[in-house]
């Protein structure tokens, strides 16, 4: 586990700036356990996403051609474009599982980092992100067998 301490700043816009960035960073090195971050890496799977539901939408149609994420899955794993859709959404699904916490974490968190009044408040508010971010990749460790 983190030690943590409460740092010295001379004004509160310091110490928000400074634990608002500890968020950030803190939320970005949980979601790098679990997701591949590379420069267009979201983008590519926000696409993969929305390419695999209209496959499925249209009721998983013989020529998959008009749906190139998932011909181009299928193809390389040399499996069927259902099954390429069908493991694009299922990884989709499991990484909401976590992922929609961890970014209400984020906001809830920064948010009291705003609306702190003190140094003290700030950092309480950020030590409360690690803890509960700790306790998301814990379950996440658990669910994905980790």
Same mark, same amino acid.
């Given at each position: 586990?983190?030690?943590?301490?409460?740092? %010295?700043?001379?004004?509160?816009?310091?110490?928000?700036?400074?634990? $608002? @960035?500890?968020?950030?960073?803190?939320?970005?090195? $949980?979601?790098?356990?679990?997701?591949? +971050?590379?420069?267009?890496?979201?983008?590519?799977?926000?696409?993969?996403?929305?390419?695999? =539901? !209209?496959?499925?939408?249209?009721?998983?149609?013989?020529?998959? %051609? /008009?749906?190139?994420?998932?011909? @181009? #899955?299928?193809?390389? $794993?040399?499996?069927?474009? =259902? &099954?390429?859709?069908? *493991?694009?959404? /299922?990884?989709?699904? =499991?990484? %909401?599982?976590? *992922?929609?916490?961890?970014?209400?974490? #984020?906001?809830?968190?920064?948010?009291? +980092?705003?609306?702190?009044?003190? !140094?003290? =408040?700030?950092?309480?508010?950020?030590?409360?992100?690690?803890?509960?971010?700790?306790?998301?990749? &814990? &379950?996440? &460790?658990?669910? $994905? *067998?980790?």
């Amino acid at each position: 586990m983190t030690t943590l301490s409460v740092d %010295t700043f001379a004004v509160l816009s310091e110490a928000q700036a400074h634990y $608002l @960035a500890r968020i950030d960073e803190d939320a970005g090195a $949980l979601r790098s356990k679990y997701l591949t +971050v590379s420069p267009g890496q979201s983008d590519v799977y926000a696409q993969k996403a929305a390419d695999a =539901q !209209a496959y499925k939408d249209a009721g998983y149609p013989a020529d998959a %051609t /008009s749906y190139p994420w998932v011909a @181009a #899955r299928a193809s390389s $794993l040399s499996i069927t474009a =259902q &099954q390429a859709a069908d *493991g694009i959404l /299922s990884t989709r699904a =499991q990484w %909401t599982q976590f *992922g929609a916490p961890m970014e209400g974490v #984020r906001e809830a968190r920064k948010a009291q +980092v705003r609306a702190a009044t003190t !140094a003290r =408040q700030a950092y309480e508010a950020w030590a409360s992100a690690k803890s509960d971010f700790d306790v998301i990749d &814990q &379950q996440a &460790q658990q669910a $994905l *067998g980790g």
